[in-house]
């Protein structure tokens, strides 16, 4: 009785191809029969890849999973640098498609067991003479493992038009590979028992063709057919991404605010422990001093609060917080990019955040207008 396999043959696919995109850094990625979109799924999470694109013939199956490609709340909320656009598209491999091209990986899982043989011309000349990528990876059933599935006669799956012995596909892939000037290595996954390796191969044979000819510029040879586009687009998704300069400032207002409050309640901490100290100015381990931070009661247009308020610099907001340097790049970029946003509440010299010291609605408990600390508000217009 054989065994299941663990993880999955379908995990086991998938998890090639991912495996092949982290050593390799492809830039754009196109999956052809792309079905439930579970490979498009994993693949998104490896940014790297700034084009990635399915196409299947099954446009209602598309459209069922398509939305499950959509950015998650965490690329929103921390969005990088890397730029990813997903596409979806309804279409025939065996038909070219100018928007194919140029592709540095395209991955058949699976695929072309279901076409016609009549389809395996026009496919080859699709994907390997017009669309011309840079590597090519197929994976199909070696039909030598099927004894071992108990109960199995025929094919594995109803709609599978032919499965291959080793040699079959081999000779298959050799031939692509003399018309269209690629390199062949063959694997695969799903094991067969010890023992029975070299007699029987993996369960799912694979192929990695490389292209071989590239012209003078740098550029794959390919057909150079006149130019079609018949697939429908079905859905198409950009990621955010921080060289959007809105998705920038957004993000530079949030982090700078969380910072703010963060330095704002550690001062307010530090005043109640010492208020009975002569000197109230404390070093942060971070090289800041708390000293910058104090009361202001001078108006504030945006406040309409009738409680103080807290003014935290913006030099020391840079100085805290690696990010915010690291993505402005600069202090006067940082203010550039925030100084008009409704959220953030500065100084007339634009050189500080303004904060209410309590939430509206709270009562302070440790009424600090006595201490002594309400008076450093006056040098505010000074700083």
């Known amino acids: 009785m054989l065994q299941l396999f ?17 050593r390799n ?36 199956k598309l ?17 990088t640098f890397d730029q990813l656009c997903v596409q979806l598209y309804q279409g025939s491999v065996t038909q070219k498609d100018a928007r194919f091209r140029g592709f540095d990986l395209v991955t058949s899982i699976e695929l072309i067991e279901h076409l016609p043989l009549d389809d395996l011309e026009p496919f080859s000349k699709v994907v390997f003479g017009y669309m011309a990528p840079q590597t090519v990876i197929i994976s199909t059933p070696n039909s030598e493992f099927n004894p ?21 596909f081999q000779s298959w892939a050799l031939n692509v590979c003399s018309e269209f000037g690629y390199k062949a290595e063959f694997t695969g996954v799903g094991r067969a028992p010890p023992g029975q390796e070299q007699r029987i191969g993996f369960c799912t044979q694979i192929g990695v063709f490389h292209r071989l000819m590239v012209d003078r510029d ?38 700078l605010l969380c910072w703010a409050e963060k330095l704002k309640k550690e001062w307010l901490e530090k005043l109640t422990d010492k208020l009975e100290e002569a000197n109230p100015v404390e070093k942060d381990e971070r090289g800041g001093e708390y ?5 202001t009661n001078s108006p504030v247009p945006q406040c309409h609060t009738l409680h103080r308020h807290v003014s935290v610099p913006l030099q020391l907001l840079w100085t805290c917080c690696p990010k915010l340097r690291e993505l402005s790049g600069s202090l006067s970029n940082l203010r550039q990019l925030i100084v008009d946003d409704p ?7 634009r050189s500080a955040v303004i904060l209410c ?25 000074e700083h």
């Not at 999955?8 to 191809?17: A, E, I, N």
């Not at 459209?63 to 969005?79: E, I, N, V, W």
């Not at 000293?291 to 009361?295: L, M, N, Q």
């Not at 959220?343 to 010299?349: C, S, T």
Request: glycine share 8%; with cysteine.
């Open 6 to 22: 663990k993880p999955s043959l379908h995990t086991q696919r998938h998890d090639f191809v991912v495996d092949f995109v982290r």
């Open 343 to 349: 959220q953030i509440k500065m100084n007339r010299q």
């Open 25 to 60: 850094n492809p830039k754009k990625v196109a999956d052809l029969g792309c079905g439930e979109c579970s490979l498009l799924g994993k693949l998104r999470f490896h940014r790297q890849i700034k084009l990635l694109v399915g196409v299947d013939q099954n446009g209602a």
């Open 291 to 295: 000293g910058d931070i104090f009361w």
């Open 63 to 79: 459209r069922k999973k398509m939305h499950g490609l959509a950015p998650l709340s965490t690329d929103y909320l921390q969005p």
């Open 357 to 381: 010291s309590l939430e509206q609605g709270d009562e302070d408990p440790n009424d600090l207008t006595d201490s002594g600390y309400a008076e450093r508000s006056h040098v505010e217009e």
């Open 218 to 255: 740098g550029h794959m040879f390919g057909d150079n057919a006149e130019d079609n586009y018949p697939y429908t687009l079905l859905y198409s998704v950009t990621y955010p991404s921080l060289r959007d300069n809105n998705i920038l400032r957004k993000f530079l207002v949030s982090e």
């Open 148 to 168: 071992l599935f108990p109960g199995l006669s025929g094919f594995r799956h109803s709609d599978h038009k032919f499965e291959w012995t080793r040699v079959e």
